[in-house]
């Protein structure tokens, strides 16, 4: 069974740092590249980040450019969000998810996670 | 960027009704579009992919149309299940760009 898990999220200042996991089985993780994808409250979804299968390529919102990096350990199957220099607008709910292409072609694998919610207030 | 309309915001219909959601790309993107489904609390479920090809596991009520830069979901006869939230979704380049949404509620 796939499942995905994030982790890490929490009420931090503005300004500051988190560190999202999604901790990733039931498929092999290195094959698919994954995406960051949040909502904020009342809102609509919005693709943050995502990143291929090998770690080579990554590719970000403008609004995070800068701030935020994404990662992966496919010895861990987990990926990773690192959030810096956190900003109100950035509260959401964040979640991890299998990335719509495969290799070109788009996977009818799709599979996420049930989120992790990240508030920032001072 | 992509630009990513989806119409309407919200709708209104009762069990049995047939419902269409359009999703309109400033872009063509040739059939690089998905269609999910969000429940509140829940994470969003693709219920189309590849602009219209079923999802395994989801019912056949549900069927998708259109290329390029015009796409519809189509719920044939509304259940009660299916009352939520629907979003596109556009793969074809970065940024990726989900739909504002349209609010599914009963009448």
């Known amino acids: 069974e796939v499942q995905l898990s994030e982790s890490g999220g929490g009420l931090v200042q503005p300004g500051g740092s988190l560190r999202l996991s999604c901790a990733a089985s039931?498929?092999?993780?290195?094959?698919?590249?994954m995406n960051w994808v949040r909502q904020a409250p009342g809102k609509g979804l919005e693709w943050v980040s995502s990143?291929?299968?090998?770690?080579?390529?990554?590719y970000y919102l403008d609004s995070v450019k800068g701030r935020f990096t994404i990662s992966r350990d496919n010895s861990k199957n987990t990926l990773y969000l690192q959030m810096n220099s956190l900003r109100a607008e950035d509260t959401a709910v964040y979640h991890c998810?299998?990335?719509?292409?495969?290799?070109?072609?788009?996977?009818?694998?799709?599979?996420w996670g049930q989120g992790t919610l990240v508030t920032v207030s001072s | 960027d992509i630009q990513m309309t989806q119409s309407p915001s919200s709708l209104s219909a009762s069990v049995g009704d047939r419902v269409t959601i359009t999703c309109r790309a400033s872009q063509g993107i040739r059939n690089d579009l998905g269609w999910y489904q969000q429940k509140p609390g829940k994470a969003p479920k693709r219920l189309i992919y590849a602009a219209s090809t079923l999802q395994s596991g989801v019912p056949s009520r549900f069927s998708g149309s259109g290329s390029g830069t015009e796409f519809i979901l189509t719920i044939s006869s509304l259940q009660p299940e299916d009352f939520a939230t629907y979003y596109c979704?556009?793969?074809?380049?970065?940024?990726?760009?989900f739909g504002p949404g349209t609010k599914v509620d009963i009448k």
């Open positions: 979704l556009q793969h074809n380049n970065y940024p990726l760009i």
């Open positions: 039931g498929f092999t993780f290195n094959d698919y590249a």
């Open positions: 990143i291929w299968g090998n770690g080579a390529t990554t």
């Open positions: 998810a299998i990335h719509p292409k495969y290799y070109g072609a788009t996977t009818p694998f799709d599979h």
